[in-house]
């Protein structure tokens, strides 16, 4: 991954003059449907967001509810010049100024003139939705900014104070989306715990009580029955008078399976009637996202109300999957409300995404309380551009966040996380052999199940499956609570199933996964508090049937929940497959080092009455190992991991389980769960990690091809404003390239579609004389023109007079990597200064999906 944009001055050589504005993605130049657009929005298509309504505070874009005309043949839908609701000034993609480089010679010759650069107008410089950003440009308008603040210092100490405190906002705004992220993650494991506990019983003094907070003051509670008390009793002794029987079983399973469906109703209708956005994990869009997409409304108010709530309910109905991937989106929503607080965040969209990747970090650490871990799963997992300053912040919020959420102690233990656990006895060398066969397996499931899961989420969005997504959610959510119930570890939680998978047995657990025989001399204990390895009990035979069918279940089960139109995490489920696994080969390695001890394997270091063999220590690199295969994760899953045990010495077993995992499940595919979906949902992502090794040139991707119409250009000075308005009518371009004249078509510089039709309407409103037969000039002095003639109209300000440009014979490769590390949306093609044509993202990301064999119009967006 590319972790810095190359600075301006190292593309001289590609042409490049300045710092230049850049410009909206070309429009198609073929035909060509859009399937469905976007990852949640299948299925919502005749919804409209609430937020639609609204200002633009909400930012980032419901592509569900979009009113846009999605069946043009054009990367971008048309922009109606008959609205100024995009205009506004409080717009937070709005950048109103060009670069101060090009002020020289823009004076006006009257003062009736109206020059967009002297007076810059609400919407200009601002991007519509669906359209990639223009890294160079926002930067370059960072560092003006930043220039002006610094000059201004130097003459006021009320400036001074002003510099001081811009300098000082963005340490403050992280302080705030830790504070904001740790406080909902905190109130979503408290509900969730509360709600799932509520499909087993209720709590007589106090129905907002969980089960365990309800038996923390009763006096009644036996040691052999810790988690029984008389202030909590099951639905069937609430209705029955009984939990015992046959028919208190019976009633208990259909509270159980009432309870499931309704908090599974409730999320998906929530999300459904008012955010369609919050549905699904939101790391393949937030990706998307911090690469400089443009998605309004994903990360905005609604989204952020309705995914916290149905988070809960989702959570708590029981289906198979997780709170960690929907944090990361709900620690990024609140990122991205904060940041309307800060004009210099506000204002602009690169630094806006610095901020949001520090919130992927803050979600990461508030679901695992593992702050480092979360800003590396950031660095490597999410973030496009990751400069140091955001490294710094980023740990800063992660430890706010983690801080936060430690005060208010969700589960009661004094710890970040529910599954905290310390193993007393060491690891052995022979036993990386079964780390390296957890890790082939992490693996090989990771790789079935991407291949899976897309293959259900294709048909799900192909068929008429994607029409019914609330049917979907309670037949899948029946099946789970129905299948689940019977076995005691399908039916807790996830979390409390790792918690389980993990634990390290000691003389005072009663679970079934430490039923072992009881040891007929205190000789064949171990030290402290745990147990040396001891022959398999009855209640162990028993459990390890019941994990083995969980483990069939789980791994059946999160194929078709993962995509469903509900919040869904995958690092929960990924890793319970890959604990459950762990725990039953730990379980067979205990019982095959206690029964063959004298093997030479196993001699020297595993003698009689010895603790040699931790099967919580299996699960634990299982879960690392399963979770790896899913996601490709490396460096951050294995500090996620020994944040989530404290035990710095089993960092070994995990990088071994994890890098195996990764190798066997590139073997397969290269692309994770996330970058699959990315495809999927045709988002037009230049994935840094995949190498082009194709031998074309720019001349063989760029538009126009040969059987195409010309290029629909601008002069500078020899269109008038009907003519003018006449091609943007006929076309529905985002830009269109200005040259000096049809015939020489040497380049003078690129303009925008949204720009120009702000700047004409503004014009006709505020210039007097402006009439479609005024001439549209983007030279820097007006032309002389008859004394009868009505006003020109100026617009050298709006004109990006540098755009990126290459030519006709550089090599692709070559021009896929500018793209990439300088976040480029497209590059015009020249010959000796001539314009031949134009490349996009959308042209590079179809170029590559031709050469990989698959479907180039998958790519819906530019």
Known sequence: METSLL??????????????????????????????????????????????????????????????????????????????????????????????????????????????????????????????????????????????????????????LHSVSDAFSGWLLMLLVGLMSGALAGGIDIAAHWLTDMKGGVCLIGFWFNHEHCCWTSNETTFQERDRCPQWQSWAELITGTSEGAFAYIVNYLMYIFWALLFAFLAVTLVRAFAPYACGSGIPEIKTILSGFIIRGYLGKWTLIIKTITLVLAVSSGLSLGKEGPLVHVACCCANILCHLFTKYRKNEAKRREVLSAAAAVGVSVAFGAPIGGVLFSLEEVSYYFPLKTLWRSFFAALVAAFTLRSINPFGNSRLVLFYVEFHAPWHLVELAPFILLGIFGGLWGALFIRANIAWCRRRKTTRLGHYPVIEVLVVAALTAVVAYPNSYTRMSGAELISEL??????????????????????????????????????????????????????????????????????????????????????????????????????????????????????????????????????????????????????????????????????????????????????????????????????????????????????????????????????????????????????????????????IDNARKRQDGVVSASRVVFTEHSPSQPPDAPPPLRLRGIMDLSPFTVTDHTPMDITVDIFRKLGLRQCLVTHNGRLLGIITKKDILKHMAQIANRDPDSILFN
């Open 7 to 160: 600075v301006v001055t190292c593309c001289r050589s590609l042409r490049v003059t300045g710092a230049g504005t850049m410009f909206h993605f070309w429009g198609r130049y073929e035909a060509g449907g859009m399937e469905n657009p976007g990852y949640c929005a299948g299925s919502f298509d005749h919804l409209h967001h609430p937020s639609d309504d609204d200002d633009d505070d909400d930012e980032m874009v419901d592509i569900a509810g979009a009113t846009l005309d999605f069946s043009s043949t054009d990367d971008v839908p048309p922009l109606s010049t008959g609205t100024n609701g995009g205009y506004e000034e409080n717009s937070s993609n709005s950048s109103s100024s060009s670069s101060s480089s090009r002020a020289a010679g823009m004076n006006g010759n009257g003062p009736k003139l109206v020059d967009p650069l002297e007076d810059p107008l609400p919407g200009v410089g601002t991007y519509e939705d669906f359209n990639t950003i223009d890294w160079v440009r926002e930067k370059s308008k960072d560092r003006d900014r930043h220039r002006e603040i610094t000059n201004k210092s130097r003459q006021s100490t009320v400036a001074l």
């Open 502 to 759: 993990f634990n390290d047995c000691s003389l005072l657990d009663s679970s079934q996964l430490c039923g072992y025989k009881q040891p007929t001399n205190t000789s064949e204990t171990g030290a402290g508090n745990s147990l040396a390895d001891r022959p398999a009990g009855e209640g162990l035979y028993t459990a390890l049937w019941q994990l083995a069918l969980a483990l069939v279940f789980k791994m059946l089960i999160t194929v078709i929940t993962f995509g469903m139109k509900v919040p869904s995490g995958l690092f929960i489920p990924s890793m319970a497959v890959g604990a459950i696994a762990g725990r039953l080969l730990g379980v067979g390695m205990e019982q095959l080092a206690y029964y063959n001890h004298d093997w030479f394997i196993f001699k020297g270091w595993c003698s009689p009455g010895a603790d040699c063999i931790t099967p919580g220590l299996y699960a634990m690199v299982g879960a690392a190992a399963c979770l790896g295969g899913v996601t490709r994760m490396t460096v951050s899953l294995v500090v996620i991991m020994f944040e989530l045990t404290g035990g710095l010495e089993y960092i070994v077993p995990l990088m071994a389980a994890t890098m195996t995992s990764k190798w066997v499940a590139d073997a397969f595919g290269r692309e994770g769960i996330y970058e699959a979906h990315i495809r999927l949902n045709g988002y037009p992502f230049l994935e840094p990690k995949e190498e082009f090794e194709h031998s074309s040139l720019a001349v063989d991707v760029m538009r126009p091809r040969r059987v195409d119409p010309a290029l629909a250009v601008l002069t500078q000075d020899g269109m008038t404003i009907g003519e003018v308005e006449t091609l943007v009518e006929s076309t529905h371009y985002s830009g269109f390239p200005v040259v000096v004249s049809q015939e020489s078509q040497r380049l003078v510089g690129f303009v925008l579609r949204r720009d120009l039709l702000i700047s």
